[in-house]
């Protein structure tokens, strides 16, 4: 497992911006899923104003500690806080892009979108019940595809990550087994494996491991040009996990279902819907102690919804809908300074 300071290192020098006095002006920390889009729209963010961002790739579970210790401007999560720990807390939270997760995979010979697999199998993979890649339920689903006769190395999340929340979510979802023995959440104890410190170290850890499995955010995959498996879906589909799979998955959501806009995406009924899809958030104080800065972030974050979509769909996330966008103004003007009047102003 990489030492925390050098995956700190990592996050930060690969959004680090001009200069160092730049590089302060925004700061933010927490979930590495969305962090190759945070990434470029802070570049293109800087091109156009002058200001700047650093945002620290930690993972959900230490973005949310440090938006609580109040030594960012925001944290990141992909794990939605629910109504009473936001008022505990006195957060705001809101969404900014979705995306999926994606299980990926280092088999010599094995080729993008060619393997198939159900998330009840998944999850038996994760479990140790199903230990070699020619496992008869494996081979069931793949006929044809040459796997060899190899221990399965599952790779895990080893930091408390909303990446692993999705993930077992939609593993719960899709085995009782998993739900009894498991559950959902950012950290478990996993019975098998070898762990990686954020999306990075997932990346990192399948690339250097034959024969390994892992689960990281789908820019991850596209960016290190890894081997990812297909899923089936809740209508018995294999879709590609794209921009159309992503949509699909968010198209009919309530987005006022939940305080904070946590909804689930996962495991959706739609044909085209990729079955681990989800939105990530952003969380700010709502009564901030500065509350300049915390206007600077929601500067970036309106600028991002109207300027970025294309960044992010290069990198094969989702923005979010207009009408979505739209509610996410009407949360910030809760967002209050000193005065008594909205930190941002439209």
């Known amino acids: 497992m990489r030492p925390f300071a050098y995956a700190l290192a990592v996050g930060l020098a690969t959004v680090q911006m001009a200069s160092a006095a730049l590089a302060a002006d925004i700061t933010g920390a927490g979930a590495t899923f969305p962090f190759p889009v945070y990434s470029k729209w802070a570049e293109a963010y800087r091109k156009e104003t002058g200001s700047g961002l650093n945002y620290q790739s930690i993972g959900s579970g230490g973005g949310i500690k440090q938006i609580q210790a109040k030594t960012v401007d925001f944290g990141a999560t992909d794990a939605p806080l629910k109504a009473e720990q936001l008022a505990k807390d006195g957060l705001v939270q809101f969404p900014t892009v979705m995306g999926g997760v994606v299980p990926v995979v280092n088999i010599p010979g094995v080729e993008p979108g060619k393997l198939k697999l159900t998330g009840e199998v998944l999850a038996d993979i994760y479990a140790g019940k199903i230990a070699k890649w020619t496992d008869p339920r494996i081979a069931k689903l793949n006929d044809g595809l040459k796997l060899p006769e190899t221990n399965i190395t599952p790779v895990y999340r080893s930091d408390a990550s909303g990446t692993t929340n999705i993930f077992t979510t939609y593993l719960s979802q899709s085995s009782e087994t998993w739900k009894k023995e498991y559950g959902a959440a950012t950290t478990i104890s996993w019975p098998v494996g070898q762990g990686g410190k954020g999306n990075e170290g997932v990346t990192a850890t399948v690339k ?53 806009f946590g909804i689930s995406l996962t495991n959706q009924p739609s044909d085209d819907a990729w079955p681990i899809t989800a939105a990530t958030f952003i969380l700010v104080h709502k009564d901030p102690a500065d509350p300049a800065k915390v206007g600077d972030v929601l500067k970036f974050f309106d600028w991002a919804y109207k300027n970025g979509d294309k960044l992010a769909s290069d990198l094969d996330y989702v923005p979010l809908p207009d009408n979505v966008v739209a509610l996410i103004h009407e949360e910030w003007k809760t967002i209050k300074g000193k005065d008594g009047k909205p930190v941002f102003n439209m």
């Open 208 to 260: 250097q491991v034959p024969n390994s499995i892992g689960y990281v955010e789908s820019a991850y995959a596209k960016q290190n040009k890894l081997a990812y498996a297909l899923l089936q879906n809740k209508a018995g589909k294999f879709p590609q996990p794209d921009d159309k799979a992503f949509q699909a998955a968010a198209a009919s959501a309530d987005w006022k279902a939940a305080p904070g």
